[in-house]
């Protein structure tokens, strides 16, 4: 499938340029981690109350995380015209729109991966047997986040203000994503399991399939010069 | 392709190029319509400009690299053998950052040399080369026609241009006043062109 | 405030709301024609002159 | 380039005048002949302004997204256009929207506004096309801010069925529906002239809807017009 080998291609590139210049991940990890702290100076969390606010923080957390990481999305391209010389190429646009997805959605993971049991820590909470689950709901969250996120990122990438208008763009669309990871995770702390959380579990799994093929179908139409 | 600045010389360019949609009227390369979605035709074309299409914090190796593994889909592309075409090939694992702007456009030279498309479309390519460069160039573009490519050359450098190509166009807020193959003498070009030849130029 | 006060209130404002809405509409509507009347009539001198 | 500038503007006169007097007589109707409602009284009768408006937002979000997907797939300027004209007034009836259901809200439930879930989603949707009018508003070149509010276009109206499943299933997990909200839909158990009040200012509101499309079309045609020959004459 050339649509995948040129993903790994365009992927490989943006981690080198990553590697290399070292922009996003590091500002990303110590805004989430600066986050933390400001929920937790902000919000008197009792320690009972904590299991239930921890969903919704963290999520808030990765949400303002993810959108520095999709402010910056496309800089690499922005350099003597970089994006140009892709749209002469024989890409296909829904590629570059999987590599960018993938590689925001790396970005956010590699964050998460350390600002999750932070927070476990944090915020003393006992129950990390739960991680997994948590792990795998923040994942689903996240995948639909950099989906739709990329997409917003490319249609508001030559608006003026752009840096303002992709969350007032992106984070409307985003509410089912959000309510659907803070009602998973907290039943995953209250029960231990799903249980009631199936419906949201299935919603979200459709919003990231529904806005990933979208994603690539009109990707095409987003990004043309 | 001749013109004075802002004749429309650099769109026509970038509508040539595919990277802008015509609003009227339509763009055929061999038949073939230009529409956003068929990839394949972009194959077939470069774009020589000097805003050079190059990754900075990549090295000069990989930048070719990668162009090369998104036209040719293939790995082994000679690029070494490019980059000694351009004499860059000493500069290989220098950042494209590090080197000045007339390496660059050899670089660009070199990635253009790598991929060999049917159309080749330059925009003012004389502005930072040297010497050698220009001749490097020159040679380069001779070699695509004679392998029976095309090459459209927008540029100032009257005299140069006229001894490469066979055809003339120029254009003029933004229509084209003027299209003619090259013969001698040019009476016809002599006059179309007079008016914007600088003051004391012949 | 007793219901038909509601009523009254919701009613106003919302025909209100559209009433302005249609004015501003109304007023963009006949400056742009305006000055597309201007642009024609000044195309229209202009071939005069060429011809 | 403008084609039959007369006849159009007479039959827009005429749905003009139509849709003056369905609301005259829908409003009538509803104040005056409508019999108060047996559990809500007279509070009711905002019900005939509310129903009729978000079912013109909703006609709109879905003009939006025609507009968007033809503009997308021929490129026609008046796709674009319809999509613009249909997204400015879906933002208005929106706002209207809320502005009846807290009203409605304040007898009913004593306050401005509730999380209830009807209004919690008209909120959103006004959010993502009030983002759809400030992103077209922030892209100087016309055909990039078209292409890029068309994708928008389509990306808000088939993300909104998922916001409406997730707003009800939040709203009933956490406050069942209390009795006064009236879930069930008004027409059920209900006196026929309240139904014939609804219809009447449904029909009076999409007159005006169309009236209004059309005028704002036609502005959004010519302001186009001005710019191409302005570029034309400038160029």
Redesign the interface.
Known sequence: MTLLKETYLLLWKDLLLELRRRESLLTMFFFGTLLLFVFHFSFDLAPDKVAEMAPGLLWLAFLFTGTLGLAQLFNAERENHCLDALLLSPLDRGALFLAKTAFNLILMLLVEIVVIPLFWILFNLNSWNLLPQIFLVSLLGTVGFCSLGTMMAAVTLRARARELLLPLVLFPLMIPVILATIRCMENILRMGEFGEALPWLRLLLGFDVIFLTLGVLLFDHVIES | MLGPNGAGKTTLL?LL?????P?LGSIRFDGVEFA??N?????K???L?P????????TVA?NLR??A???L?SRDAAIEENLAAVQLAARQSDYVANLSSGLKCRLSIAKWRLLQPELLLLDEPYGVLDGSGVDLLEDFLLAQCVRGGIVVIASHHVARVLRLCNRAVILH??RVTFDETKRRPWPSFDRAFGEFLPHGDS | MGAWGFVGLAYGIVWGIILLYLISLKRRYNSAQVELDALSSVEATDCDVKK | MIEGGRPIKKRRGILGALALIAIAVGLYWGLVIAPPDAYQGQVQRIMYLHLPSILTAYLSYFLVFIGSGMYLWKREKRDDILAHSAAELGVLFTALTIIEGSIWGRPTWGVWWTWDARLTLTAILLLIYVGYLMLRSLIEDEDRAAAAAAVLGIIGFLDIPLIHMSVYWWRTLHQPPSILQPNKAPWENVHPSMLIALTISFVGFLLLYFYLLSLRYRFGEMRGEIKARRLARGG
């Open positions: 970038r190029a595919g990277l802008i949609v609003t956003p979605g990839t394949g035709l972009r194959r074309i470069g774009f400009s805003v050079d299409h190059l990754y900075e914090n990549l990989e990668f162009f593994a998104l036209y889909r807020q933004g």
